[in-house]
């Protein structure tokens, strides 16, 4: 008899069911990686001008690997996901267990508010913060604000599909399951958020080369790149926890529209 998960997937699942749910995430990794391309090239112009190809064969290799990539990373997490209660129980339900998912438990309208909320939290502090910046050392390349806002929409795909699966689905629930793996024991709550804080300090280290290009690679500029990107870290990693996957893939996509798509139509906001 099949048993049930913390967020609330029904398990265990075989390797070739699991291998067919990661194969969806690495196509949708794929697409989301070739889409990034526009905005990584309006932020670093030069670094493309040096790259004698078109930008349609970059974003090609791009999402390719990306789609290799997260896939293998995902179905790792997945299989290891069984062992403590962590994994994706919307496309589990839908692929695997051929039955509607409870929407009642994965809350997706709360999942949006989160990153929403999340987004709106970064907005509000990122002006305070930046007081103690340095000056600029190459500000952002502008595309204009409609230009900026599309290719930050594409861009949201990226942040809600390739990074929740290498930092959620794959090092979150790593690190759980070495736990787990250890002490033969189903992991405390305390070692599900030393998890969630330890995959958002390196989602906030992610994105430090971008902010280091920008402003250089300064202690404060340091201390803003992690607190600011931490903080919706800790939101994805916790409704990855209680909801799955796809509640943290929703949340981080509404928090990037807000960031990358909404943001730069009323002011030029820069969050790298």
């Known amino acids: 008899m099949a048993t049930t998960t ?3 997937a029904s398990a265990p699942a075989s390797a070739l069911q699991d291998l067919k749910v990661a194969g969806v995430y690495g196509v949708l990794a794929g697409l989301a990686g070739a889409a990034v391309i ?3 090239a309006q932020l670093m112009p030069e670094a493309f001008a040096k790259i004698p190809l078109p930008l349609w064969i970059i974003a090609a290799a791009q999402g390719a690997q990306a789609a290799v990539f997260c896939a293998a990373m995902a179905w790792l997490g ?7 209660g962590l994994g994706s129980p919307l496309l589990h339900a839908w692929m695997v267990a051929r039955r509607r998912p409870d929407w009642a438990r994965l809350r ?5 508010l989160v990153g929403l909320a999340a987004g709106i939290a970064i907005l509000v502090l990122a002006p305070l913060v930046d007081r103690a910046m340095p000056p600029m050392l190459h500000p952002p390349a502008q595309a204009g604000a409609g230009g900026t806002a599309l290719n930050g929409f594409l861009a ?5 599909i390739a990074e929740e699966l290498m930092l959620r689905l794959f090092l979150m629930t790593l690190l759980v399951w070495i736990v787990a793996r250890v002490s033969k024991h ?19 280290a992610g994105h430090l080369p971008a902010a280091a290009k920008v402003w250089g690679l300064e202690p404060v500029v340091v201390a803003r790149t992690l607190l600011l990107n931490g903080i919706a870290g800790v939101a994805f990693g916790w409704l990855y926890w209680k909801r799955g996957i796809e509640m943290a893939m929703l949340a981080h996509f509404s928090a990037d529209i807000v960031l990358h798509a909404i943001a730069p139509l009323l002011q030029p906001v820069h969050l790298p």
């Open 6 to 8: 913390a967020n609330g």
């Open 156 to 160: 949201s795909f990226y942040g809600g």
């Open 78 to 84: 997945l299989r290891m996901g069984q062992r403590i």
């Open 186 to 204: 189903q992991p405390p709550a305390w070692v599900y958020w030393a998890a969630i804080v330890a995959a958002a300090v390196l989602f906030g």
């Open 108 to 112: 997706p309208l709360l999942a949006v």
């Open 38 to 40: 526009p905005y990584a």
